[in-house]
């Protein structure tokens, strides 16, 4: 019972016990978020993959590596997922045009089938978050929901009325209206650019579906009550009153000094 007792009060133990519950608690949570965002497609067929890992080394492969483990050009592409593929291609954001503080939307450079092809083979690399069902994007969500989750989790860079914002450093978070449903979620579930990652243990899929569901109902709203001033509400208002304010006064003094000379 003595040697017991002095091995519990040996300095080392407090850390050893300490380590053990930090390798348990981190063994944990890498097996959910693996289990969350191992969803790589295991539908496309070898041939997919293949022309896919064509594409991906006649136009990814000088920046990310010709395969794919990531250069000091660009990160690595292993694990990533076919959304994330989908979505940077899909959208225009890659290949880029030019390095700076972000990939900027701009034409897409490739077809469905391309994408689709290298979606795949980026896949086959490691699992990820797979192109999301279709039953998830058709607008039939809880849009009350979907307004709560978006002004707790994203309002603040792009918006309450998802226009976009300004962020650091050149950056910004771009406006929501025209983006595909596709695209809104798999941005949620890779975390594009300076966007976190919302995987499916932060934002259900129904939650995301409902996201999309209220984005595209503002969305198809518009502006009702006139010119929206980048919705940025009375901040541009204010301006705006100020602005035509200031220029009336100075008209208005430059007439009397006209007619008083």
Known sequence: MKAISQRRRHPLAAFALLMIGLLVTGGLYFAATSLSGAKASTTASAQDVEEGGKLFAANCATCHGLNAEGSDSGPSLIGVGAAAVDFQVGTG????????????????????????????????????????????LDNGGNSANGGTVFRVNCAMCHNAAAAGGALTRGKFAPTLAGVSEKHIYEAMATGPQNMPVFNDSNITPEEKRDVITFLKEIEAQGSPGGEKLGSLGPVSEGLFIWTAGLAMIIGFTIWITSRSS
Do not use: C, N, T, W
Request: hydrophobic letters at 35%; proline letters at 11%.
């Open 93 to 136: 954001r890659m290949p880029m045009q030019m390095q700076g503080p972000q990939a900027q939307a701009k034409p897409v450079q490739f077809d469905e089938k391309q994408i689709s092809q290298m979606s795949a083979y980026v896949a086959s690399l490691g699992a990820g978050p797979a192109i999301p069902e279709e039953k998830y």
